[in-house]
């Protein structure tokens, strides 16, 4: 039986009528262009993040593009993040005119190093950008006291409803940033059906920006104070989001149980090592990410037999082609580039059954003869 990485219409299947009776309330309304149905998912999110701010925007990506603008990263000023994520991170700090400086990780978690970010400032730091890998939050409360006064912007793409215990409390991914970026990219544990992003925030004025921005930069219609985007969250995917978000928690809880279930299966192979959470975290597992020998001939093996899987990242940020122009070099990022090499992401998504899983435990475990 194939198990592919991911199957959204396992999904669907299981929502459908309420998805397009969310769908079709906006069709009826024809308000297509922010509105009520935006509105509604952007308190949802906040009261989820436990912020007082959120701001629906067209993408992941422009969530934290906006969100650079919002807190005036550009040219000439450098933002600090980690080299082991998707390329959006680095690529809107690169398109606000600003230029990414990356740290090395954490082997464990994948996340940024407090540490290492703090080592990194310079007069001209603008911003730290941790990203919350796989679905567990970085030691964002280090990051921030490793850089005190810089303002962080939380790439929160993999991790919405993830949560954190800080000093003792449980805190969201999202809620303790300047500004916390989410993306609805449909692979993600709340995503739409197409693209879509939001970004929430404490802050009233950068609230108040953000919503500018993401319109062109007007506060007034016809009236522009500054150059900004076209950079709103469609309202029909506002529709499918909220029609989804109330499944958002019993979803995430379903990955956590499968985790489970994989950590026990593969905990006697010395070739597999897997995920490793941080106590500190309540991971929402966007992935379910190994590390392994022989990561491309076990990828094969696991095509060979109908199992998805998928390297999350296969080239660190710091050595892509077009970030040449910063001079890092092999090495640069030690961890970053041994976990590049060594990952891979096997099949998470909740409506798994038990037997798929097994599929799956089976296939890995034969090709390292157990
Ligand atoms: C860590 C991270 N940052 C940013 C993004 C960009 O989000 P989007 O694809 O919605 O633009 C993604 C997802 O694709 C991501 O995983």
Same mark, same amino acid.
């Given at each position: 039986m194939p198990v592919p990485l991911l199957d959204l219409r396992a999904q669907h299947a299981t929502i459908r009528d309420e998805v397009v009776a969310s769908m079709m309330d906006v069709v009826d309304s024809?308000? +297509?262009?922010?509105g009520a149905a935006v509105e509604k998912l952007e308190q949802h999110v906040a009261e989820l993040s436990h912020t007082k701010f959120a701001v629906g925007c067209a993408s992941g990506t422009d969530a934290l593009l906006l969100a650079l603008r919002a807190i005036d990263a550009g040219p000439g000023s450098e933002v600090v993040t980690s080299p082991f994520t998707f390329f959006a991170t680095a690529g809107t700090i690169h398109n606000v005119g600003a230029k990414p400086v990356f740290v090395d990780i954490d082997?464990?978690? +994948?996340n940024i190093l407090p540490d290492a970010a703090g080592a990194a400032r310079t007069s001209r730091t603008k911003a730290v950008v941790p990203v919350d890998l796989f679905g567990q939050m970085a030691a964002i409360e280090d990051v921030m006291k490793a850089l005190p006064g810089v303002p962080l912007i939380e790439d929160a793409a993999q991790t919405i409803g993830a949560r954190r215990s800080i000093d003792g409390v449980w805190r969201m991914a999202?809620?303790? @940033? @300047?500004i916390g970026t989410f993306s609805f990219f449909p692979s993600k544990n709340l995503g739409g059906y197409g693209d879509g992003g939001m970004m929430v925030t404490q802050d009233e004025a950068l609230a108040t920006r953000l919503k500018r921005l993401r319109m062109h930069g007007g506060a007034k219609q016809y009236f522009h104070d500054e150059v900004g985007y076209n950079s709103r969250l469609d309202a029909l995917q506002a529709a499918v989001l909220s029609a989804k978000l109330p499944h958002l928690a019993q979803w995430s809880a379903k990955r956590r149980s499968n985790a489970k279930f994989y950590d026990a299966a593969f905990a006697d192979l010395s070739d597999v090592t897997t995920p490793y959470v941080d106590p500190a975290n309540e991971s929402i597992y966007n992935q379910y990410t190994l590390r392994v020998d022989r990561r491309d001939d076990l990828q094969n093996h696991l095509k060979s037999r109908g199992i998805g899987s998928a390297i999350y990242y296969p080239l660190p940020l710091h050595l892509q082609p077009c970030f040449a122009y910063l001079g890092y070099k092999q090495g640069s990022c030690p961890e970053a580039e041994r976990a590049a090499r060594e990952v891979l992401s096997i099949p998470i998504y909740p409506e798994l059954t038990e037997g798929q899983m097994t599929e799956v435990v089976d296939a890995v475990r034969s090709f390292y003869g157990r």
């Open positions: 024809q308000l +297509f262009i922010l082997p464990r978690t +994948f999202g809620e303790v @940033a @300047a």
